[in-house]
């Protein structure tokens, strides 16, 4: 069984996360990066069902150069090989595109599986999966919170706010978990060792026949028009009690500002 992992590089939630000033896009160059956290909960479903019977795992990727790292983590965990779509056509690709180039990746891998985190940490969406399983006409099933695949046949937990509910599908087949399915690994030293020799492909968008004017921020569907910096967080307000009215200036405080 080929399993396929859509991960994707996105900027540091912890680092200083910006904009481009030319066009308003999420600066992924300038930045620090990483695998998305949410899509490690999807390397590691992949690397269970994986270790249960026989597959393969190769993690796929699509971004500018740093976006390898993504496809390094993937194979540091375990993974058995990668794929990083590189060109610079690509930039400002919105969802609808990006599901496109996957979606031809994916076709070019002949993937049985296809796994992808719940959403991204820059971009929240939570939308590609469904559009991918869409375009390549394979059935979906999605948010899975505990995963089971028994011959052609997945089988997925859903929980939600009042109840859970299963949901089978069988493969070939579209899937995204949710941070709720498992425990994600910490590559050991041999696994970033074994990760050195492992074979990472990069293709360009001809390698998936497709044109730069298919994907990018002139085809995109949405455009960020105005970016505005989050302004700088002000001094607080201290309430003293040396003669023992802080309380009574507390509940003023508290009032004033409509907390009560």
Known sequence: MKIVVCAKFVPDATADRRFRSED?????????????????????????????GDAEVTVLTVGPEQAADAVKKGLQMGADAGVHVLDDAIHGSDA??????????LAKLEADLVVFGM???DGGMGVV???VSERLGLPAVTLGSEVTVDGQTVRIRRDGDTASE????TLPL???VS????EPRYPSFKGIMAAKKKPVETWSLADLELTPEQ?????AWTEVVEVTARPARTAGTIVTDEDGSGAAGLVEFLSTNKFL
């Open 119 to 121: 959403g991204s940490t």
């Open 24 to 52: 308003n896009t999420v600066d992924r160059a300038g930045v620090d990066g990483l695998l998305s956290e949410l899509d490690e909960y999807a390397v590691e479903t992949a690397l269970t069902v994986k270790e249960a």
């Open 174 to 176: 579209v899937l995204s």
């Open 96 to 105: 609808v595109a990006t599901s496109l180039i996957l979606s031809k990746a």
């Open 129 to 131: 999966p469904a559009m």
């Open 179 to 182: 941070d709720q399915a498992n």
């Open 215 to 219: 994907v990018g921020g002139s085809s």
């Open 166 to 169: 299963t949901v089978e599908g």
